[in-house]
């Protein structure tokens, strides 16, 4: 429950910050006290993007392993060191951030540069955060101990592959805030290695985005079904699916970098091919779940090609909210598609199309389902119900979501494909012309956001509601069954060794020659390896 009052009093914060950011970009409005428009830019990407989704993400995680494998004291101590390491961290970075010492965006690459405590903060977050990691892999492995030959519960091997890739991919990170960034930012150096700095951080900010998505897989796989009355209609197909995010989400940070000098095309060639082996495990997904609505809706014995569809629960919030994140998933998805297509990139790289895409994809499939998982687990844990009239609440707040990130989000794409950048503030740019045709799509996204905020309010006082106020009661954490006549699911698909050992040989072959060419030609004087030459 700590976990989801830092997560929903981000959400506050960092909504608010985008609100103050689409009046600010509209031309209309002029930000107060002269605060600079990238101090709010930053601490929306970082409160929203990195604070938000990871205290989302691992309190989420604690919940599905205490209820599937068991928590012990100790390892419930170690989640409260986690939280409180992550929290302090948060805090520093957060107060570097508000006092304007770290304008340098959520992605923080070189060669913008903060005050050490920015990066610093940023590390005890990761400490903080691979601490839950091993914490979850010794939840799973005292369980197996225990229960020897026995299948491992499905949500808890989801977990553990959602935190081998996160450790696996925050390494990269590490090293670069580790090695080149605090160094540089204490001023042990003149220069830093921009291209290896950029390099580590996409190679952990691809799997970053997976990151954020498999906990929505998982209650899409393995709750929903449960929600509407149904079964899980694969285990073994949702395994799989698993793994194969797991092996395509790390070696694929080239296609962050496609317009970027100094990395050869060829390497860039085979990462774009492994982002596109990214897609199978997802349209798996989608199938397994549009499987699982059909055969619940057929055995229900509603008829006709799509009777199945008409009578799924349209008024359970807990089905609603994340549905509505599944269906932002086909334009999100495509946009990806898009954005990883070399030729096209070219047209929309660093334009605020990138923004439309990631709204999509984060903001209303992923965070929709974190919502729709909220509407359950919050009263779960309080020891409360969610009662029709919060339930209502919650279909109005979805309807809001959804109206306010289609206005904005489409202005979003259509602006970016007529060559408006992002990360930019209103500017008439000494009256170009084109520019011109951007101004209502600006207009359009601060109707979008504003509407959008209004959603953030009522998702606040619904979250405080079911968290203080709502009866007491018990409400179901819903896992699903397994359809009865399934196949048993193949022993290969826990073979850590097999799975993590292809992963670790993708992420070299990927790499390998890449990073060594990059550090090769270093310039000279810059970190970290021509470290230290003094101030
Ligand atoms: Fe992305 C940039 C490529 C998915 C987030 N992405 C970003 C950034 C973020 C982000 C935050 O290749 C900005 C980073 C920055 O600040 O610079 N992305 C992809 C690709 C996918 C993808 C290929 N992205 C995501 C997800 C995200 C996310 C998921 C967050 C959670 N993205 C890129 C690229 C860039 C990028 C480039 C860099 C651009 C640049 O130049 O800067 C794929 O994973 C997408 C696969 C998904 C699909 C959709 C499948 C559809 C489903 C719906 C099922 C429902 C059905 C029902 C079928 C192919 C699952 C139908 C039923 C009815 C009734 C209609």
Do not use: C
């Amino acid at each position: 429950m700590s976990f989801m009052y830092v997560t929903f009093a981000s959400l506050l914060v960092g909504g608010l910050m985008g609100l103050l950011q689409v009046l600010s970009r509209s031309g209309k409005f002029q930000l107060p006290f002269g605060i600079n428009y990238y101090t709010i830019l930053t601490v929306h990407g970082v409160i929203l993007g990195l604070v938000l989704t990871t205290f989302f993400i691992i309190g989420f995680q604690f919940a599905l392993m205490g209820k599937t494998v068991g928590i012990t004291d100790k390892q419930r101590k170690a989640g409260w060191l986690s939280f409180w390491t992550m929290l302090i961290g948060t805090i520093i970075a957060a107060v570097t951030i508000l006092v304007g010492q770290a304008n340098v965006l959520y992605t923080f690459y070189a060669p913008l540069r903060a005050h050490p405590a920015f990066y610093i903060g940023l590390a005890l977050v990761i400490i903080g955060s691979w601490i839950a990691v091993f914490t979850n892999f010794r939840q799973l492995y005292l369980w197996k101990k225990a229960h020897k030959g026995e299948k491992s519960p499905l949500l808890a091997f989801m977990v553990v592959i959602n935190m081998a890739m996160w450790f696996i991919a925050s390494l990269g990170v590490a090293t670069s805030v580790l090695i080149q960034f605090i160094p540089w930012s204490l001023g042990y150096a003149a220069t830093i290695n921009v291209l290896l700095s950029r390099t580590l951080f996409w190679y952990f900010g691809h799997p970053l985005v997976y990151f954020w998505l498999l906990p929505a897989y998982m209650a899409w796989y393995a709750i929903i079904p449960k929600i509407i009355g149904g079964k899980l209609f694969s285990d073994s197909l949702a395994r799989l699916s698993f793994i194969l995010l797991l092996m395509f989400s790390i070696p694929v940070g080239f296609h962050h970098q496609l317009t970027e000098p100094g990395i050869d095309p060829t390497w860039k060639f085979i990462q774009v091919v492994l982002t596109f082996m990214v897609v199978i495990p997802t349209l798996m997904t989608a199938f397994s779940i549009f499987a699982t609505f059909e055969t619940t809706g057929r055995r229900k014995g509603h008829k006709g090609l799509f009777g199945w569809f008409k009578h799924l629960p349209w008024k359970d919030v807990r089905f609603l909210a994340p549905f509505i994140g599944m269906i932002a998933f086909i334009p999100g998805g495509a946009g990806g598609i898009v954005n990883a297509s070399h030729q096209m990139n070219t047209l929309i790289h660093n334009t605020i199309w990138v923004t439309g895409h990631f709204h999509l994809t984060v903001a209303t499939t992923v965070l929709l389902t974190y919502f729709g998982i909220a509407y359950w687990l919050v009263p779960h844990l309080t020891g409360r119900r969610l009662t029709p009239k919060i339930n209502k609440l919650g279909i109005i707040q979805t309807i809001i979501w959804t109206v306010g990130m289609t206005i904005m989000s489409t202005a979003m794409h259509i602006q970016g494909l007529l060559g408006g950048p992002r990360r930019s503030n209103f500017s008439n740019y000494a009256g170009g012309e084109q520019v011109q045709t951007w101004i209502s799509y600006q207009v359009a996204q601060a109707v979008g956001g504003t509407i959008l905020f209004i959603g953030i309010l009522l998702m606040i006082y619904i979250f405080i509601q079911l968290a203080f106020f709502a009866p007491r009661g018990v409400q179901e954490f819903p896992i699903a069954e397994e359809e009865v006549n399934a196949d048993p699911t193949p022993k290969i698909l826990e073979n850590w060794y097999l799975w993590i050992g292809i992963t670790i040989a993708l992420i070299l072959f990927a790499y390998t020659i890449p990073v060594f060419d990059i550090i090769k030609h270093s310039p000279p004087g810059s970190l970290p390896f021509d470290w230290p030459i003094g101030r």
